[in-house]
Each structure stands twice: as C-alpha cells, then as structure tokens.
C-alpha cells in the first residue's frame, strides 16, 4: 500500500455510549461499573477494542457528571482509549454528541458498541470489518433467532396474544459500523424514533447488513447475567492460555 493510499484510507473509530444507570440490574453503582471478574464491566468491552488492531480510536462516552471513572486504572488499555464526558439520557443522544466532538472524515467507520456486550472478541469483530469495509451501507452484529417467540396481550402483559413467526427474524448485537457521514445524518433525522444506529440508518431507506456472531455476544442485563458473562470470560481466557502453552 501506497503512502498516498494509506493516507486517504478510512480510519476504523469505535463508540461506546456509557452514560446509562442500568435500572434493571438494581445495583448500587451504574451498570458499567459493576464488578466483573475484578474489572468493571464496561473494562472488558473497551479491552477487546483496544486489541483490534485496525481500530484508530476507541471512544466511551461518559455521563458529564460521571464520578466513577476516575476511580479505576485504564491505563493498560493503551493509548488509544479516549473518554467523552458527553454522554445524554438516550443512545442516540450519547452517539450524536460524540459524533460531534469527533474529528473523522465523512467516509470513516463508526463501529458503536455497547457497553454491557462484555463477552465480545476480538474475532467477532474483525469478521464484522472484513465483511462490512467495502459496504456500500454497513451494518451490524446479529444472531438469527432460535426460540419460539411469543406476544404478550396489552392488558396484563402475561397472558399470550399470538405466536410470532420466527422465520427470518434476527437479534441485532452491536458493533453496528457505518461511515460517519452516513451515522450522522440518520441519527439527526430520526434520533427520536429509533433505539440502534441501524434502525436510524433503515429509517433513510437503506437496508444494512447483517453479519453473523453468536450467544456470547450477548447484553449484560439482569444481575444473573453476571455470573453467565464471567464464566464466558473465564473460559475464554483459559483456551487462550492453553493454545499459548501448546
């Protein structure tokens, strides 16, 4: 690769909205916070970032108020780690306050994660690079659904209404990755009626891609999910221990 064309090459930035309290987890602390396998939460997201390679920058976008940062060491994250006390009370908020204080050019890529997606790999998301660099759209983790779905009545919201056709139906995950220009206007649009970056980005008329992942991508949630995230981790860390000793 030419100098020339390395210097107009688009540059990979990740983004990942931490200004939430995460209601649901009934904790004393926000969320990203909680301890997991001796690290916050949020650690082991930006961790996994910070090793892809490709990735220029790895952005976390932090409440303006937020108090806990500074009461942990992420200096071994490296150098290209960089917090935005920018954050808002909403997803979209938080990414287009971020997009703002950027400095990207049209054509570089946004990959957003979020920050209780704990258990995601390096591999998970060079697949989602490889697949997505030459898109003309971009697109996002998923994983086709395997359970039965099945609608609650509006009245009691127990009681089932119907059998949703799962057919065709995936679960989206994060990254989602498209071009800054492209993120920056879906997300000016339609902030308000959308809950992920690809659903801002289908709301223009474009369709984006979905690219395979699997389970252990999943969204740290209820406090039970703890203990299912620190034995991924684990697990992982010991095959990676093992294929280094061999």
């Given amino acids: ?141 998923a994983v086709p659904v395997a359970d039965t779905l099945k609608r609650a009545d509006g009245e009691t919201a127990t009681l089932i209404d119907a059998t949703v056709p799962r057919d065709g139906l995936w679960q989206a995950q994060t990254p989602q990755m498209f071009r800054y220009g492209l993120l920056r206007r879906a997300l000016a649009l339609h902030h308000d009626k959308v809950t992920d970056e690809a659903g801002a980005v289908e709301a223009l008329g474009l369709r984006p891609r979905l690219v395979a992942a699997d389970i252990t991508n999943f969204k740290v949630t209820y406090p039970q999910d703890i203990a299912l995230a620190a034995q991924i981790l684990r697990a992982r860390a010991g095959n990676q221990a093992d294929e280094h000793n061999d």
Wanted: proline letters at 6%; one cysteine or more; hydrophobic letters at 50%.
């Fill in 1 to 141: 690769m030419s100098a020339l064309t390395s210097l107009l090459s688009p540059r990979f930035i990740a983004i990942v909205p931490a200004a939430g309290c995460g209601n649901r987890m009934g904790a004393e602390r926000p969320k990203q916070y909680i301890e997991l396998n001796g690290k916050p939460l949020l650690w082991h997201a930006l961790h996994t970032l910070t090793r892809v390679t490709r990735i220029d920058t790895v952005c976390v976008v932090l409440a303006p108020d937020d108090t806990w940062w500074a009461k942990f060491d992420w200096l071994a994250l490296g150098p290209h780690l960089q917090p935005m006390f920018v954050g808002s009370d909403t997803r979209a908020a938080s990414v287009t306050n971020a997009l703002a204080e950027l400095q990207a050019s049209e054509d570089d890529w946004l990959l957003v994660h979020d920050a209780a997606r704990a258990c995601l790999s390096v591999a998970q998301v060079d697949a989602l690079i490889d697949t997505l660099r030459d898109d003309p759209v971009g697109g996002l983790l």
